[in-house]
C-alpha cells in the first residue's frame, strides 16, 4: 500500500467512472452472456465501418466510405444506450432520469452536527452554512445535469431533494453528501524519534496530545472499516506501530502532526482522480497546488529513511480515519501521488467526487431529520399538456421546412432526426436530468438548429439565381454558409463554456446542454446534410432544388428608421424597468428569495372534496389567503409505524412569506380540525446527575434537567427540540413591553433528544427516526423552571393546534456565493464574446455593437415580464394567457437561451456586412442595407421557426412551462427585431462617429 510519485505510464491508465464522480447505481439486467455483451461492442464500433462500405460500394461512391462511416458510427452510439436497454429486456424509456418535476424524488433534511462542530472550533452561521450548502451542491450535482437541490433550512439545517427515489441511489447520495471529506497525511508515531509523545500519549485516557500553547501535536486516531464491515479493520495497524484499543473494539494508531502551518492537508488539492497503483488495485490520484506540493515534499524530505533510523511511515486519513500507512523511501518533490488502502471501484470513484468538491465546512450528523418520497412538482393534467405540446411543436418544424424547402427541407428533417437522437443519446449517456423547461429547451433546439440548414439553403437559392449548375450551387452554397455558421456558434460556445467554468451548478447543468445541442447541430447541418446532399446529385436522384421563396429580393431602407427605433427600444426599456423595480422582490420566485416551509397531516377522518387531498385541492383553498399564489405544495409519503410507505395526506408547503407564525395560523385557519393533532405527556423535569459509568449522559449537560416525553403518534426528535425551542423562545427576559427580550437566544445549543421507544429504536443506519418516546435534556443555563413552563406550553400548544412537524425558513435555491458566481460567468463571457468577434471581423466595434444587442433583448424580456406580470389580471392580461410571472431557475435558462438565439440572429448580419463590405475601410448606410436585405429572408424565416415552437409551447403547453415560454416567445420578437434594428445601426455609428473612420 505505498504511497509514490506518480508515474507517466500510470496516468495512460484509467478506469470506468461515472461522469459526476460518484457511484451512480443502474439496474443490471441478466439477460445479456459475456459474449453477447462483447458482440455488442464490436458490432458498435466495427458494424458502422462495414455497413458504410457496404453501402458505398452499392452505390458506386467509393470515395464517400470514410464520410458515411462518421455518420453511421455516430448513430450508432446514439442509439446505443437505449439499445443495450431494450437488449436486456428493459425499455426505452428507463434511460431517461425525469425531474423532480415530472418523477417526484426524495426529500432530505440534515442537520449540522453540533457536538462535532464545536469540536473541531467550527462556528455555525449564515457564512458556515452557506459554504456547506455550495459544498453538497458540487458533490451530488457537479456537472450540473442533475437536477439537484440544495438549500439552507433554518439556523443549522439543509434541505436536499434528489430526483427520482431509486433507494440504492439515494443510499449513495446520502454517503456522499454526508461524509466530511478531510484529507491528511501525517506521520505514525516512531519509538526512536517521538518516545516523549508515546509515553504522554499512552498515560492520557484522551485523544490528543498538546503543546504548551494548547495545539494538538499528536493524537490516536482509529483505523478505517473495511468495505462492508462493521467489524473489520483495513490491514493498518499490523505493522509494529503504536496502538490501542477503544471500549467498542476498534484499533486506534498515535500518529504525529506537524504544525499548524506545515500540516499537509486537502486545502491544497487540485484534483484528484481514479486510477490503479502498482498491483492493478483501485486507487486514487492526487494533485496537489504549488503550496500543498512544497509541504507535501518537506514532510517526505523530513522523514526520508536514514541510516540509525527505521523507515517512517505516512498515515492517509480520510475523514479522519487511518485508510493506509506506507512506508516513506524517497522525497515526494512533485506535488502528487496516489492513495491506495483495498478500496473497490465504487469507493474510489465516490471518494474521488467528495474530495474535488471540497470538505465540508461544518459537519453534518449522518441520520437525516427527515426523508420523504414526494409527488412529481406538476399534476398529470399539467404533464400531458407540456408533452403533446412539444410534440406538436416538433410535428410544425419538421412539417414546415417539408412543405417550405420541399426536397431539401425532407433532407433538413432527416438531419434534425439525428440531431435530436445525438443530443438524447449524449444527455443519457452523461446521465442527464429530464425536466418538462429542459425538453422544452430540446424543442427549441430543433426550431434553433433549423436556422444552419436556412442559412445553407437561401446560399443554395442565391447560387442558382446566379446561374450556378446544382452541384456548384450545393458546393458554394455550403462553402459560403461555412463561415456563418461557424462564427454564430462558436460564439454561443464560449457563452457555454464561460457558463460552465464559472456559473451556477444550475447554470452549469444548461452550458452543458447548449454545449452538446450546439456541437450536433453544426456536425448534422454541416457534415451529414453536405454528405447527403452530394450523394443525391451523383447518384442524379436530385436534378433541381425547387424551393418557396415567400420573401422575395427587397431593397428597404432599414437605417432610415435608426432615430425612431432609437426612441422606440428605449422608451420599452424604460417603461419595463419601472415596472420590473415597482415590484421590487415580488419579480422573484421562491428560488430565489426562500420564505416558510411547513409540513403537516390530514386528519384519518377528514374527508376532501373532488378528488382527495391532493397539491392542486391545497392550493386552490389556499389562493384567496394572503399567501395567494406564491406556494407551491409537495405530496410526501414517509414510513409508518410498521414500515409501510403511506401517502395521501402528507404534504409540505413552501411559501415566500418568511412570518413563520404568519403561515402557521393562516393554514391552521384555512383547514382546522381537518389537520391531524399529535397530544404530549411528560414528566416532571429531574437533574441530571453525571456518572462515569453512565454512557447516555453528555458532560455538557451534567447539572441541567431532563422530561421523558410521550407522543401519541410518533414524531421526529426533530420535531420535539423545535416545539421545545419555540416555548422557551416566548419566555421573555425582566424588561417590559417592547424592551423584553428572548430570555434564551440559542436555545438550539441548550438541547438535546434521544428516544427511547418507537421505530427509531430499530432504524438502520442513515434512516430516519420517529418515535413515540422521547427524553429531552435541558443544559444548566436553563432554569428548572423554565424548562417547566415550556414543557407545559408545548403540551397546551400540542392540544389545542394541529401538529406541524415542521416549521422553519428555508433559503434561495442557489446560494448567495453561487450567484454571484453566476454575474461573473456572464460578465466573463460576454468579454470573450467581444474578443472573439473583434478577432474574427478586426474591429471591436463588431463585438461591443452585438453585446449592445444582446442587453437590449434581455432588457426588454425582463420588463415584459414584469408588465406582463402586471396586467395578469386584466382583461388584456387574460386575454394573451399573461401569469403573475416571478424569475425562477428555468425562466434564468429561457434568458441565456435569448442571449444565444440573439448572438446568432446578429453574427449572421454582421457576417454578410463584412462580405458585403469587403475591403472598403469603412461602413455605410447601403452596406448596412445591402447586408440587412440579403439575410432578411434567412432572418425571418428562422425567427418564423423558432416563433412557432415557442408560440405552440406558451399557447398549449400548461403552467409547467409558461413562464419559460413567455421569456423565449418576448426573446425570439425581440432577438429579430434588435439583429436589424439595434446591432447593426449601433455598429455603423460607431464605426463612423469620427469623420476619420479610424479604427477604434
Not at 336 to 353: W, Y
Not at 782 to 798: R, V, W
Not at 941 to 958: A, D, E, N, P, R
Request: with cysteine; glycine share 8%; proline share 3%.
Amino acid at each position: 500500500m505505498p504511497v509514490h510519485q506518480k508515474r507517466r505510464d500510470d496516468e495512460l491508465t484509467q478506469p470506468f467512472f461515472t461522469s459526476n464522480g460518484f457511484l451512480t447505481v443502474r439496474q443490471e439486467f441478466p439477460n445479456m452472456t459475456t459474449g453477447l455483451k462483447i458482440l455488442f461492442v464490436v458490432l458498435l464500433f466495427v458494424g458502422p465501418f462495414v455497413l458504410a462500405a457496404l453501402i458505398a460500394n452499392a452505390l458506386k461512391l467509393k470515395a464517400y466510405a470514410n464520410r458515411l462511416s462518421v455518420i453511421f458510427l455516430t448513430l450508432f452510439l446514439g442509439l446505443s444506450p437505449f439499445i443495450w436497454t431494450v437488449a436486456n429486456g428493459g425499455s426505452v424509456w428507463d434511460e431517461f432520469r425525469l425531474g423532480i418535476d415530472l418523477a417526484g424524488g426524495t426529500n432530505l433534511v440534515y442537520q449540522v452536527d453540533r457536538g462535532k462542530a464545536d469540536q473541531a472550533d467550527k462556528v455555525i452561521n449564515n457564512n458556515a452554512m452557506d459554504s456547506l450548502v455550495t459544498s453538497v451542491n458540487k458533490r451530488l450535482n457537479p456537472s450540473g445535469t442533475e437536477q439537484v437541490t440544495v438549500r439552507q433550512v433554518g439556523a443549522d439545517r439543509i434541505e436536499v431533494i434528489i430526483p427520482g427515489a431509486d433507494p440504492e441511489v439515494v443510499a449513495a447520495q446520502k454517503r456522499a453528501m454526508t461524509r466530511l471529506g478531510s484529507l491528511e497525511f501525517a506521520i505514525v508515531a516512531e519509538p526512536l524519534r517521538h518516545a516523549e509523545l508515546i509515553e504522554e500519549a499512552q498515560a492520557s485516557s484522551g485523544s490528543d496530545v498538546r503543546n504548551a500553547d494548547g495545539k494538538i501535536v499528536a493524537g490516536w486516531r482509529k483505523v478505517a472499516l473495511a468495505k462492508d464491515s462493521e467489524t473489520e479493520e483495513k490491514d493498518v495497524a499490523g505493522q509494529g506501530f503504536p496502538t490501542r484499543q477503544t471500549e467498542d473494539g476498534r484499533t486506534e494508531v498515535l500518529l504525529v502532526f506537524e504544525g499548524e502551518s506545515e500540516r499537509v492537508t486537502g486545502q491544497y488539492l487540485i484534483n484528484s482522480s481514479s486510477s490503479f497503483d502498482q498491483q492493478g488495485r483501485p486507487a486514487v490520484s492526487f494533485r496537489f497546488n504549488t503550496k500543498g506540493a512544497k509541504l507535501f515534499g518537506d514532510l517526505t524530505q523530513k522523514y526520508t529513511p536514514q541510516q540509525g533510523n527505521p523507515e517512517s511511515h505516512l498515515a492517509v486519513l480520510l475523514d479522519g480515519f487511518v485508510h493506509s500507512a506506507p512506508s516513506i523511501n524517497e522525497p515526494i518533490t512533485g506535488g502528487s501521488g496516489e492513495i491506495t488502502g483495498s478500496f473497490t471501484i465504487a469507493e474510489v470513484n465516490e471518494l474521488v467526487g467528495v474530495l474535488n468538491a471540497g470538505a465540508l465546512e461544518i459537519p453534518l450528523d449522518q441520520t437525516p431529520i427527515s426523508e420523504y418520497t414526494i409527488s412529481p412538482l406538476l399534476g398529470s393534467d399539467i404533464q400531458e399538456k407540456g408533452k403533446n405540446a412539444l410534440i406538436w411543436a416538433s410535428i410544425a418544424v419538421v412539417v414546415f421546412m417539408a412543405m417550405y424547402y420541399l426536397v431539401a427541407g425532407l433532407i433538413a428533417d432527416f438531419c434534425l432526426l439525428l440531431n435530436i437522437v445525438l443530443v438524447l443519446g449524449t444527455m443519457v449517456f452523461i446521465n442527464a436530468t429530464f425536466t418538462l423547461p429542459g425538453l422544452a429547451g430540446l424543442v427549441l433546439t430543433i426550431g434553433m438548429a433549423v436556422d444552419a440548414n436556412v442559412l445553407i439553403f437561401e446560399r443554395i437559392r442565391e447560387e442558382r439565381m446566379k446561374g450556378s449548375s446544382l452541384r456548384m450551387a450545393i458546393h458554394n452554397g455550403f462553402d459560403r454558409a461555412f463561415t456563418t455558421i461557424i462564427d454564430a456558434n462558436v460564439t454561443t460556445l464560449l457563452t457555454a463554456l464561460f457558463l460552465y467554468l464559472i456559473g451556477t451548478d444550475q447554470v452549469k447543468g444548461f452550458a452543458v446542454t447548449l454545449f452538446i445541442g450546439i456541437i450536433m447541430s453544426m456536425f448534422t447541418a454541416l457534415y451529414v446534410g453536405r454528405t447527403v446532399f452530394e450523394i443525391c446529385e451523383q447518384k442524379r436522384w436530385i436534378t433541381d432544388l425547387k424551393m418557396f421563396q415567400w420573401v422575395k429580393s427587397a431593397n428597404w431602407n432599414f437605417v432610415s428608421h435608426q432615430k425612431f427605433t432609437v426612441v422606440l427600444s428605449g422608451l420599452v426599456i424604460i417603461i419595463g424597468l419601472v415596472a420590473f423595480g415597482s415590484r421590487g422582490a415580488e419579480n422573484l420566485d421562491i428560488d430565489f428569495t426562500g420564505g416558510t416551509m411547513v409540513s403537516f397531516e390530514f386528519d384519518d377522518e377528514a374527508e376532501a372534496d373532488g378528488n382527495g387531498f391532493t397539491p392542486e385541492y391545497i392550493k386552490a383553498q389556499l389562493a384567496d389567503t394572503e399567501l395567494g399564489n406564491t406556494i407551491s405544495v409537495d405530496q410526501l409519503t414517509i414510513q409508518d409505524e410498521s414500515g409501510e410507505l403511506m401517502d395521501g395526506k402528507y404534504f409540505r408547503l413552501r411559501t415566500k412569506e418568511t412570518n413563520t407564525d404568519k403561515v402557521h395560523q393562516i393554514v391552521t385557519q384555512t383547514f382546522g380540525d381537518d389537520l391531524k393533532k399529535v397530544t404530549m405527556e411528560y414528566t416532571a423535569p429531574e437533574q441530571i446527575v453525571a456518572a462515569a459509568e453512565d454512557e447516555d449522559t453528555v458532560i455538557e449537560f451534567a447539572d441541567g434537567y431532563r422530561s421523558a416525553i410521550t407522543f401519541s403518534s410518533e414524531l421526529s426528535p426533530a420535531a420535539a427540540v423545535d416545539g421545545l425551542m419555540q416555548a422557551l423562545a416566548e419566555i421573555k427576559s425582566d424588561g417590559e413591553g417592547e424592551a423584553a427580550t428572548p430570555k434564551y437566544e440559542k436555545p438550539e445549543e441548550l438541547i438535546a433528544v434521544k428516544g427511547t421507544a418507537g421505530s427509531g429504536m430499530s432504524a438502520s443506519t442513515g434512516a430516519v427516526e420517529r418515535y413515540s418516546e422521547v427524553q429531552l435534556s435541558v443544559a444548566p443555563a436553563i432554569e428548572q423552571e423554565d424548562f417547566s413552563i415550556a414543557l407545559g406550553t408545548m403540551q397546551e400548544k400540542m392540544a389545542s393546534s394541529p401538529t406541524f412537524e415542521e416549521v422553519n425558513s428555508f433559503g434561495s435555491a442557489v446560494a448567495s456565493e453561487m450567484q454571484q458566481l453566476a454575474i461573473v460567468a456572464m460578465l466573463a463571457s460576454l468579454a470573450a464574446i467581444v474578443m472573439y468577434i473583434w478577432f474574427r471581423f478586426q474591429h471591436l466595434t463588431f463585438g461591443l455593437a452585438a453585446v449592445v444587442a444582446l442587453v437590449h433583448d434581455v432588457f426588454i424580456v425582463l420588463g415584459c415580464v414584469a408588465l406582463a406580470s402586471i396586467l395578469s389580471d386584466g382583461p388584456i392580461g387574460k386575454a394573451l394567457q399573461f401569469d403573475d410571472f416571478r424569475i425562477n431557475l428555468p425562466m434564468i435558462a429561457a434568458f441565456l437561451t435569448i442571449i444565444g438565439y440573439s448572438l446568432n440572429d446578429t453574427i449572421v448580419v454582421f457576417d454578410r456586412i463584412r462580405e458585403v463590405r469587403g475591403k472598403n475601410p469603412t461602413i455605410t448606410k447601403d452596406i448596412v442595407n445591402t447586408s440587412l436585405n440579403q439575410t432578411l429572408s434567412r432572418t425571418l424565416l428562422t425567427s418564423l421557426t423558432t416563433f412557432m415552437v415557442v408560440g405552440i409551447l406558451y399557447v398549449w403547453g400548461g403552467e409547467g412551462i409558461h413562464g419559460f415560454a413567455f421569456c423565449l416567445l418576448i426573446g425570439v420578437i425581440a432577438g429579430t427585431y434588435s439583429s436589424i434594428y439595434v446591432a447593426s445601426p449601433i455598429l455603423l455609428w460607431l464605426m463612423n462617429r469620427k469623420k476619420s473612420g479610424a479604427p477604434v
